[in-house]
C-alpha cells in the first residue's frame, strides 16, 4: 500500500462518532496546556502554534493554554510564528523562577499547573492535549504527546503514563519503549513532525534569492538552518566546519551558510572556525523568521544535517528541519540514525556516517560531482513532505482520539 493511501486511510474512518468529531460539526472544544513560553526562539514552541493552528483548521475550537513568563520577544505570537489566528491564547500567572535552575523549574511548572487546574474546572471542553506529563498529576482524562523517555523511569511516570487517555509520540522508538513498560499499543500513536508547505511555496530561484540577502553568486552554498545546539549539545555543525576545511583543500569555491543561531553559539562557532582557518568562507547568522527561513534554504545548493549519534538525536527527535529541507527542494546530507530512517531513505536524501567529518566531506563531494541523481532525490523528497503538513498531522491525532468523555 502507498503512503497516500495509507494517510487516506487514517483519515476515513468507520466509527460516527469520531466522524462528526473530525467534521467539526458539533463543535469540539480542545483545550491545548503547554508550560511553555509564547513565543519563544526555541522550535517547540513553533511546534506547539502550528499544531494549534492545525487543530483549529479540522473544525475544534481550539484555546492554547500557557504561563505568563518574561520574555525578551514582545511580538504577537501570531505575528512571530506566521500563524493563523484560528484559536485562542489565554496566558496564566505563574511564579516564574526557571532562571534559578532547576528548583525553580519544578516551582514554576507547579503553580502553573495550579492555576490552570482551577482555571480549567470552570471551562467546558471535550479534549486536554499537553507535552507537559506532570499535567497527569492534575487531571485525569487527558492526552499526552511526548518526545522523549527518561533514562530512568520514576514514580511518576509509572503513575503519569498509564493515567494518558493517548499518547502520541514522535517516533517507533519512543512507542516501543512504551509498550515494553506495559503500556497496550493501541493507545499509542507515532505522529512526526511536519512542515507548512506554503511557507517555502516561493516563486524564487536560487540566483534570486542570492541577491535578496547579498550571499555571493557563482559559488557552491552549504546551508544549515534551525538552532544551533540543542540542551547544550552540538547539533552537527562542528563537524561541518571541519568537512568544510577538507574540502576547502581542494576547492575554494565553497561556503557554508548557517542561519537560527543565538548570540552565545554563533560567538562559540566562530571561535572554531577561526582556529580551523574556514572564517572566510562562513556566515552564521541569528534566527530570522520563516518567510526569511526559506529564502535562505532556496539560496543554498545542498542543505545539512550532520546530528551526533547521541541518544537524543537517533531515537527521539524528529526535527522540524529536515521537513523544512524537504519542502525547499535542495538535496539533503544526512546523518545515518534510526530516527532520520523513519522518514528518509537513500531515495530521499545522502546519508552520511555520524561524527565523521571526513564522511560528510565525502558526501557533500558525491552530491556536487551526481547533480542528476541529486536532482532525483530532492524531487522524491518534495513529493513525499506533501504527507508531512501539520494539518495532516492534526486529521490522524483528531482521528486517532475519540472524544475523552465516551
Known sequence: MKKNDKISNLIKTSNPVRNRFLSGANGVKLIYLANARIPTEKAHGRQIMKMSEA????????????????????????????????????????????NLGRVGFWVQTISFLILAKIYLTFKSYDILYTREQL???????????????PENISRIHKKIWPKAKYLIVLTNFIKDGLVNFGLPADKILIAPD??????????????????????????I????????????????????????????????????LAVGGSKEDINYYKGITQSLGVANNIFLLPRVGIRELAVYQKACDILLMPFPYKKHYAFYMSPIKMFEYMASQRPIITSDLPAIREILNEDKAFFVKPDNPESLAEGIKEVLQNRALADKILKKAYQDVKHYTWKNRAINIINFIPPLYN
Open 55 to 98: 487543530f483549529a483548521e479540522t473544525g475544534s475550537e481550539v484555546e492554547l493554554v500557557v504561563p505568563q513568563r518574561f520574555s525578551k520577544i514582545k511580538e504577537n505570537p501570531f505575528l512571530f510564528y506566521g500563524v493563523k489566528k484560528k484559536f485562542k491564547i489565554k496566558k496564566i500567572f505563574s511564579l516564574d523562577l526557571v
Open 194 to 219: 511536519g512542515v507548512d508547505l506554503k511557507e517555502f511555496d516561493i516563486n524564487l530561484t536560487k540566483e534570486g534569492a542570492r541577491e535578496k540577502f547579498g550571499l555571493p553568486t557563482g559559488k
Open 221 to 256: 552554498i552549504l546551508g544549515y538552518t534551525g538552532s544551533f545546539k540543542t540542551m547544550g549539545m552540538d547539533k552537527g555543525i562542528s563537524d561541518i566546519l571541519k568537512a568544510l576545511k577538507i574540502i576547502l583543500n581542494e576547492r575554494q569555491d565553497i561556503f557554508f
Open 135 to 149: 499535567a497527569g498529576l492534575f487531571f485525569n482524562k487527558f492526552v499526552l504527546e511526548l518526545h522523549s523517555l
